[in-house]
Each structure stands twice: as structure tokens, then as C-alpha cells.
């Protein structure tokens, strides 16, 4: 691509940013992200599907929504299967209901599907706009605190404790620990001198020191094929997902990827300065869109439900703010069909640290949410902890937006829930009922 193409259909000056800058932000949303070319097969295996083609299915349903997000949306923000909905497919769906993997990605597949129809019909956009104020900023708050733990169980800062104290301080003399303690002194120190690429360099820092202390082992080799795809890729059985005992598990799939893409979309807007003077996103049709093909491609690929990550903000913040940075992290993504040892050695300790100093910017939102009226802080606050406490984004939006229209009818503003904030009541509701516990 030329440089003026480029400048003229990301606009890059409009936005006040440069090739660069793209570069730096959609390398950093990779490498916070990177983990789940493992990880996320790694998950499926519990399901019964074969490690090498799941991972391939990963990288290419990342490709594919992130391209799309990129070109289409000129938006900085990344796509790649969720984590909850795959561990919810692995160990909920065929774990302890006994369905099969190939029966799960069918309800992926009619999942992705039912949102691609909300999305050009525009009712999500609708939905999306009924959404309060306060409830918004939650979201940038909720994700923060979100971000902020998984990055602390990653970084094993903070691991499983015991009954009556479910969580516990982690082994902070292990060599593991204080190189993921290192990486984050590192990335504040270096943000506190306002240096560009912080988090990146905190990164790659605690990566070498794990390399060269043996905490974490260098890869073996660079460079390897990808694994055949084939095991997996349309596997789907549409035909088994189409059963009434199935309907429980489509809604939750749906309402979890509705809602998670919702609230990582405004949430990394909020923090980028993209939401309106009314707090939309404008044209956030266009990467609901990409969300929800990404999510039909990936069950077609052979994996779960894919969406925005909230990682994506790690970008945003060393500048971020144009497609291109996405497709910068799509390319990345490519690399690693390729490239997949070298990506894959690169330690949580490393990567864990980056979470926990975005998830501390994006909780900076916090001072705006109005503490004052009751009616919008107990959901908000609802939004907020039942993120990170249920570690499931889906649980903690659905308390929110359960909570609030009740909350208006108590305080007598019963005018101020918007008609499809009462759509969005009545989904969350039938989420939590017919969540499969």
C-alpha cells in the first residue's frame, strides 16, 4: 500500500496519529494478546478437539475479524475467540452436558448468525445507544478491574486460596513472580518518564529475563509449518444445535458475545476518545459486524466464539487510534501461523504485567461515574465487580442491565429506560435464568 493510500483511508492525520504509531500500538495489542494462539486451543482440548488444528482455526479466525475490524471499521481494535465462551464450550457445553464439540460450534455458528442479522437489520445499534451513561462508563471501569486480575492470576501475583479466602497473594519470592514484579516496575517507570513503547519494552524486558533465568524456556526453534487444519475446520453440526434442549446453551452464547463485544467496544472507545458527545460510538454497526463474522468464521474455521478483545486497549494506549493498527496486529496473527514457537515462549510473566498497567489506566474512567444517584450507582457498581469477581464480562454486564430499569421504577424515573434498554433487561434476565450453572 502507498503512503498516501494509507493516509487517505485510515486518516491518519485526522486522528492524530502515524504509520508508526499504528505499528507500536498494533504490536503491543499482539503481544498482550498473543496468548491465546495457545491458550485457547489448549482449552479446547478439554472438549475433545485435537490441539494443532484448533490452534490453526484460532489464528485464522483472529485474521479474519481483526482484517475486517481493520479495512472495514478503521477501528484499532482487535478480534480473536473469547476467553469464557471457549472454556464455557469446553468445560459447561461438552464437559458437563455432554455434548459434543463439533454440536457446540453449531450453536457458535447460529450464535454468529443471529448477530450478523441484528447488526445489518441495526438493532444492536439501537440497543447499544439505549444504553445509560453511567452504565457506559462502568464498562471502561469494569473492564479495567477485569483486565487488572486476569493479569494478576496470570502473573500468579494472585492465585486460588482457600474456603473463607478464595483468593490468596501468590508466591512473591518465586522467580516467576518477581520477573512479572520486574516487567511491571519497568513499564511504570518508563510510562512515569513518558516513554513511548512502555508497556512493549516492559514486555520484552521480563521476557529476556525469563529466558536467561530459565523461568521460562527460549524456544527450541523459530520457525515450523502450521498443523493441518483439517480436523477441525467444518466440523460444525448446525443440524444437533437446532434441538430445544439447545436453546439454553444458543442464549447464552449469544447474550455473552452481545454483550462482551458491547462493552469492550465502548469501554477501549471510552479510553480512546472515540465516544460522542452523547457517549456512542459513532458507526458501531460496522465493528459489531466484524465481531459477528468473525464469530460465523470461526465456527466454520473450527473454534469458538470470537469478539473484541479488551487487550486491545494496550494498543490504544502507545497510540493506537486507526485500523491500521489492526491490521498491524492481523499480520502478527499471519507470523504466527509461521512463527507460533517463538510467540508461544513468551511467557505470562511477561505479558501478565501489561494487563495489570492497562486494566490501572482504564479504572482512571472511575471519577466520572456519578456516586450521588443510587439508581445509577448500584448497577454500575453491580457492572463493575461482577466482571472481575465471576470473572465472566457477560455476568457482570447482564447485573447492570438488569438492575437499572428496576432501579428507575423503585426511584419513580421509570421515563428515563429507554424501550430497548428494556429489551436488554428481559435478555439478561432469561441469561441468568436459563444459564446452564
Given at each position: 500500500?502507498?503512503?498516501?493510500?494509507?493516509?487517505?483511508?485510515?486518516?491518519?492525520?485526522?486522528?492524530?496519529?502515524?504509520?508508526?504509531?499504528?505499528?507500536?500500538?498494533?504490536?503491543?495489542?499482539?503481544?498482550?494478546?498473543?496468548?491465546?494462539?495457545?491458550?485457547?486451543?489448549?482449552?479446547?482440548?478439554?472438549?475433545?478437539?485435537?490441539?494443532?488444528?484448533?490452534?490453526?482455526?484460532?489464528?485464522?479466525?483472529?485474521?479474519?475479524?481483526?482484517?475486517?475490524?481493520?479495512?472495514?471499521?478503521?477501528?484499532?481494535?482487535?478480534?480473536?475467540?473469547?476467553?469464557?465462551?471457549?472454556?464455557?464450550?469446553?468445560?459447561?457445553?461438552?464437559?458437563?452436558?455432554?455434548?459434543?464439540?463439533?454440536?457446540?460450534?453449531?450453536?457458535?455458528?447460529?450464535?454468529?448468525?443471529?448477530?450478523?442479522?441484528?447488526?445489518?437489520?441495526?438493532?444492536?445499534?439501537?440497543?447499544?445507544?439505549?444504553?445509560?451513561?453511567?452504565?457506559?462508563?462502568?464498562?471502561?471501569?469494569?473492564?479495567?478491574?477485569?483486565?487488572?486480575?486476569?493479569?494478576?492470576?496470570?502473573?500468579?501475583?494472585?492465585?486460588?486460596?482457600?474456603?473463607?479466602?478464595?483468593?490468596?497473594?501468590?508466591?512473591?519470592?518465586?522467580?516467576?513472580?518477581?520477573?512479572?514484579?520486574?516487567?511491571?516496575?519497568?513499564m511504570a517507570a518508563l510510562?512515569?518518564?513518558?516513554?513511548?513503547?512502555?508497556?512493549?519494552?516492559?514486555?520484552?524486558?521480563?521476557?529476556?529475563?525469563?529466558?536467561?533465568?530459565?523461568?521460562?524456556?527460549?524456544?527450541?526453534?523459530?520457525?515450523?509449518?502450521?498443523?493441518?487444519?483439517?480436523?477441525?475446520?467444518?466440523?460444525?453440526?448446525?443440524?444437533?444445535?437446532?434441538?430445544?434442549?439447545?436453546?439454553?446453551?444458543?442464549?447464552?452464547?449469544?447474550?455473552?458475545?452481545?454483550?462482551?463485544?458491547?462493552?469492550?467496544?465502548?469501554?477501549?472507545?471510552?479510553?480512546?476518545?472515540?465516544?460522542?458527545?452523547?457517549?456512542?460510538?459513532?458507526?458501531?454497526?460496522?465493528?459489531?459486524?466484524?465481531?459477528?463474522?468473525?464469530?460465523?468464521?470461526?465456527?466454520?474455521?473450527?473454534?469458538?466464539?470470537?469478539?473484541?478483545?479488551?487487550?486491545?486497549?494496550?494498543?490504544?494506549?502507545?497510540?493506537?487510534?486507526?485500523?491500521?493498527?489492526?491490521?498491524?496486529?492481523?499480520?502478527?496473527?499471519?507470523?504466527?501461523?509461521?512463527?507460533?514457537?517463538?510467540?508461544a515462549a513468551i511467557p505470562?510473566?511477561?505479558?501478565?504485567?501489561?494487563?495489570?498497567?492497562?486494566?490501572?489506566?482504564?479504572?482512571?474512567?472511575?471519577?466520572?461515574?456519578?456516586?450521588?444517584?443510587?439508581?445509577?450507582?448500584?448497577?454500575?457498581?453491580?457492572?463493575?465487580?461482577?466482571?472481575?469477581?465471576?470473572?465472566?464480562?457477560?455476568?457482570?454486564?447482564?447485573?447492570?442491565?438488569?438492575?437499572?430499569?428496576?432501579?428507575?421504577?423503585?426511584?419513580?424515573?421509570?421515563?428515563?429506560?429507554?424501550?430497548?434498554?428494556?429489551?436488554?433487561?428481559?435478555?439478561?434476565?432469561?441469561?441468568?435464568?436459563?444459564?446452564?450453572?
Amino acid at each position: 500500500m502507498g503512503k498516501n493510500f494509507i493516509e487517505r483511508h485510515f486518516r491518519l492525520s485526522e486522528q492524530g496519529t502515524s504509520v508508526k504509531k499504528e505499528f507500536v500500538g498494533g504490536l503491543v495489542t499482539f503481544m498482550t494478546m498473543a496468548y491465546i494462539i495457545v491458550v485457547n486451543p489448549a482449552i479446547l482440548e478439554a472438549a475433545g478437539m485435537p490441539f494443532g488444528p484448533a490452534m490453526v482455526a484460532t489464528i485464522l479466525s483472529a485474521i479474519f475479524g481483526t482484517v475486517i475490524m481493520g479495512i472495514y471499521a478503521n477501528r484499532p481494535f482487535a478480534i480473536a475467540p473469547y476467553m469464557g465462551e471457549n472454556a464455557f464450550v469446553a468445560y459447561t457445553v461438552c464437559g458437563v452436558l455432554g455434548y459434543s464439540w463439533q454440536t457446540a460450534l453449531g450453536a457458535v455458528f447460529i450464535s454468529g448468525v443471529l448477530l450478523t442479522i441484528l447488526t445489518l437489520t441495526k438493532s444492536r445499534n439501537i440497543m447499544a445507544a439505549a444504553v445509560p451513561h453511567n452504565l457506559k462508563i462502568s464498562f471502561a471501569v469494569g473492564i479495567g478491574m477485569f483486565i487488572t486480575f486476569i493479569g494478576l492470576v496470570n502473573s500468579k501475583i494472585v492465585v486460588l486460596g482457600v474456603e473463607g479466602a478464595p483468593l490468596h497473594i501468590g508466591p512473591v519470592t518465586s522467580p516467576e513472580v518477581l520477573i512479572a514484579v520486574v516487567g511491571f516496575l519497568v513499564m511504570a517507570a518508563l510510562m512515569i518518564r513518558k516513554v513511548k513503547g512502555a508497556v512493549l519494552i516492559g514486555i520484552l524486558s521480563a521476557a529476556l529475563l525469563a529466558f536467561a533465568t530459565g523461568v521460562a524456556r527460549a524456544p527450541a526453534q523459530i520457525v515450523s509449518m502450521p498443523p493441518d487444519v483439517s480436523a477441525v475446520f467444518l466440523q460444525l453440526d448446525v443440524m444437533g444445535a437446532l434441538s430445544w434442549g439447545f436453546f439454553a446453551v444458543i442464549l447464552t452464547m449469544f447474550t455473552m458475545d452481545f454483550l462482551d463485544t458491547m462493552g469492550t467496544l465502548i469501554g477501549a472507545s471510552a479510553k480512546a476518545g472515540f465516544l460522542d458527545e452523547n457517549g456512542n460510538l459513532p458507526e458501531i454497526e460496522k465493528p459489531f459486524l466484524a465481531d459477528s463474522l468473525a464469530t460465523v468464521f470461526g465456527a466454520v474455521a473450527g473454534t469458538t466464539t470470537s469478539g473484541t478483545f479488551v487487550e486491545s486497549a494496550a494498543g490504544i494506549e502507545e497510540g493506537g487510534r486507526t485500523g491500521l493498527c489492526a491490521l498491524v496486529v492481523a499480520a502478527f496473527f499471519a507470523l504466527g501461523l509461521f512463527f507460533s514457537p517463538l510467540f508461544a515462549a513468551i511467557p505470562a510473566a511477561a505479558t501478565g504485567p501489561a494487563l495489570i498497567i492497562v486494566g490501572i489506566l482504564m479504572m482512571s474512567a472511575v471519577k466520572d461515574l456519578d456516586f450521588e444517584d443510587y439508581a445509577e450507582a448500584i448497577p454500575a457498581f453491580a457492572v463493575i465487580v461482577l466482571m472481575s469477581f465471576t470473572y465472566n464480562m457477560g455476568v457482570g454486564l447482564c447485573a447492570g442491565f438488569v438492575l437499572f430499569p428496576l432501579l428507575k421504577i423503585v426511584q419513580g424515573k421509570v421515563r428515563d429506560v429507554r424501550p430497548a434498554a428494556w429489551v436488554l433487561f428481559l435478555l439478561c434476565l432469561a441469561f441468568f435464568i436459563f444459564y446452564p450453572y
